[in-house]
């Protein structure tokens, strides 16, 4: 064996990468050393996704080509709408995305054993394309509609908020989300990544792997934490009851929904740039309690906990953009996967230039040579 | 950082565990202590994956229940069916089961945010239950058929058999291949069971967390190297040319494949185990070209390379039984799926129990404090 035991292998190395870097003292955040404010700044998420997935930011015939593909491969096949129609109404979304998903595969099958360069590509175009309408299909299914075709006339945000409404949002709306999107494309090795590093190094196939990443991330204690926010800003209710509610749950030790962070120490840069959007969101479009309310839950936490280290994440604040655009709770996780599939398939194309199997040991706790007794001889020890 | 980065964590403890081990220059496989040969001899494939999944032989009691429920719980819901008809026939059966096993999360949802008792031991039910019942499903539709309703009169082998193929099987036929899911159950932390602990300790779903696993299993650096026996084993064609074939490769520095393992270093129990259900099967059952040839094979193989510890493993002889039982090479790997989900279980079962999510870290080799250039400034460089 090669060092000790450490649970969830926190720490410990599983990867060389060059795709992002965080440091949570100083709050940064870096997609290909490009610092995530400058992004959020002037790009746009499809290119932020070629930056990620490609190593470089593309030059202008790679960006019009790449974003002219991902426009061309937004459409899913009929069948894949029939096997939507399977799906029982109060089926999760998260676990309706990761059938689409998965199903792929079975129209795209990849020759036997190899993933080669034209491969990659093709998946790559294909997932980054087709997940916003798989998610955007479910939920208009379940709602008993038809599901809106893509509309090549809008870009890979605004058509997606228009397949998922019905409406064609603001410019100042759809570049509100396109923002969230890139600011959810990739944050290092977490959960869903390593899932997609241990599924694709057995050289399963893409769709495989994003499926993999996708179920990763749909666990409560990865994705889902927005929902809860929202959940909370909702039990508290009215701005009284704020200071309240966060001291009883700290007195309890109990945790305050969307505070803090394993890693930042600072507030996470990615919620200081959601909260400006948010800002400018609630602004332009109308007031929200649940705004006010968040405001004040930071107010109070920054007041009572933020000498630990303990300040709003990323997910404090995306649950309210969310809601304001109309996204319902259950497909906010759906939504950080059509962002974070940019940062799977970056790390999935690393580690295909450099696989190896994951194939880590146990410790072993348990006895030798038990012997084997028939049924009869057997009682409660 | 702890520790240094080890490739694909090779020999980096990721887990404490206590149900199975291997020790691989003694050729000894235990599952909770009990040598695999005791089990192959005297137990059955539900019994083993009880002692897999709960620790402990059941009681008669317990065996009688356990194996009722599973019973009670083969058949799949009709909307599932509906799903497997919108699957393209050339769909590989690896990923069809895929999205059935992700599927059965839309119909079992898990209370939000938490995995109970009663969770555990009904999704366990019927993923053991169901999980043949899909892959004899889509075999059967693919090929134009009516799928068969499981039959309550045989076990579960036999009920497998009956479905995917429409016979009932011989006895001695139903209890080989009930050996060889036995053989399949479990093999400590290789990449699927480590995908599903992964998946497992974000306290996703435990349909997502077997989807997860057979995700992994379904790439080619995992499952499928008895499908490449069988291939290798048409190539060859003759006895004859089982010598100038082997030499050819081993000239090249090419493996054979089904010869040697990266624990064991002397031959595979399983194998030993597997080869004399071999003997029996075409003893009684009718002699086979290929299996002559496989037999020439290991001889060849024992007198070139058997001092450097290369022995027949697991899949040199298990694509051989599937192939007289009447088993496709493309299902060779969801069969391996339907004994190994009772490891995938336990190893969920475990993680659950003294959970962490998994979060190692990379060793970064990025740039930092890239600057943002607007793509009319970007040219190759």
């Known amino acids: 064996m090669t060092g000790e035991y450490v649970p969830g292998l926190e720490g410990v190395p599983a990867t060389r990468s060059n795709i992002s870097f965080v440091d949570g003292k100083a709050g940064v955040l870096e997609y290909r050393g490009i610092p995530i404010d400058q992004l959020a700044e002037s790009s746009t998420f499809l290119e932020t996704s070629f930056l990620l997935i ?6 202008k015939e790679e960006l019009l080509n790449y974003e002219a593909e991902v426009l061309s491969h937004r459409r899913i096949k009929y069948r894949i709408r029939d096997m939507i129609k399977s799906f029982p109404e109060s089926g999760r979304p998260m676990v309706a995305l990761q059938c689409c998903i998965a199903a792929l595969g079975m129209y795209y099958p990849v020759n036997e054993g190899t993933i080669k360069e034209e491969h990659t590509y093709e998946s790559t175009i294909r997932l980054m ?9 479910f939920h208009q299914m379940r709602l008993g509609n038809d599901p809106l075709t893509p509309r090549d006339d809008l870009g890979h945000s605004a058509n997606f908020l228009y397949m998922l409404t019905g409406k064609e949002p603001d410019p100042r709306i759809a570049r509100i989300f396109e923002v969230c999107l890139m600011l959810h494309a990739e944050h290092t090795v977490n959960a869903s990544t390593f899932s997609a590093l241990v599924t694709g190094s057995t050289l399963a196939d893409p769709y495989t792997v994003i499926t993999s990443a996708a179920g990763t991330l749909s666990g409560p204690l990865h994705g889902g ?3 809860e926010v929202m959940a909370m800003l909702r039990e508290i209710g009215t701005i009284e009851r704020v200071r309240p509610y966060i001291e009883d749950r700290l007195s309890r030790k109990q945790k305050i929904m969307g505070i803090g962070h394993r890693v930042y120490k600072v507030k996470d840069p990615r919620a200081i740039i959601l909260q400006n959007l948010a800002v400018e969101l609630f602004d332009k479009f109308g ?10 839950v ?17 997910d404090f604040y995306s649950g309210l953009v969310y809601d304001k655009l109309g996204i ?3 497909l906010y996780t759906p ?3 059509i962002a974070r599939v ?5 790390h999935w194309h690393e580690q295909l230039a450099d696989n190896r199997i994951f194939r880590p040991t146990q410790v072993y706790t348990g006895k030798h040579d038990v012997e084997y007794t028939p049924v009869s001889l057997r009682s409660y020890a």
């Open 225 to 227: 934490a927005n929902e």
């Open 287 to 296: 007031h929200s309690r649940l705004y006010d309310i968040a405001v004040e």
């Open 54 to 59: 490609f190593a470089h930011l593309p030059i």
């Open 342 to 346: 940019a940062g799977w398939l970056a």
């Open 328 to 330: 319902p709770p259950d």
């Open 335 to 337: 939504v950080f996967a």
């Open 129 to 137: 394309a087709k997940l916003p309408t798989m998610v955007a299909t």
């Open 298 to 314: 930071e107010r109070v936490c920054e007041e009572l906990i933020g000498s630990k280290g303990l300040y709003p994440n990323v």
